[in-house]
């Protein structure tokens, strides 16, 4: 794969990203409360964003993991369903305390 295909979603992330930025960079923009609370929900947005992509790829590589587990010893899926659920369990307490954070960034 190239480098100009390699880099052309990176640019137009990066593009997307930053042009409201770029936007309010001008220098008779007000600067006022508002100012804190777009950046509090900007804040929210990227913690909820995070936490549920840390939480899904989490998520998907232990089942991914147990079920290969499983295929390849089927006599030992009760010893590993238990622990795998238990482990899906934390992962998802950890999206849902993105979202806590998220709620609670907005409210400031």
Known sequence: MSLTKKL????????VFFA???ALAGEGAPS???DAKMGAYIG???AIGLGALGGTLGQGR???AALEGIARNPGAAGKIQVPMILGLALIESL????????YLLQGK
């Open 32 to 34: 006022n409360e508002m």
């Open 20 to 22: 409201p930025a770029l």
């Open 44 to 46: 929210a947005g990227i």
């Open 95 to 102: 999206v849902l305390l993105s979202l806590v954070i998220a």
């Open 62 to 64: 232990a089942a991914a």
């Open 8 to 15: 052309a979603p990176s640019a137009a992330f990066l593009a």
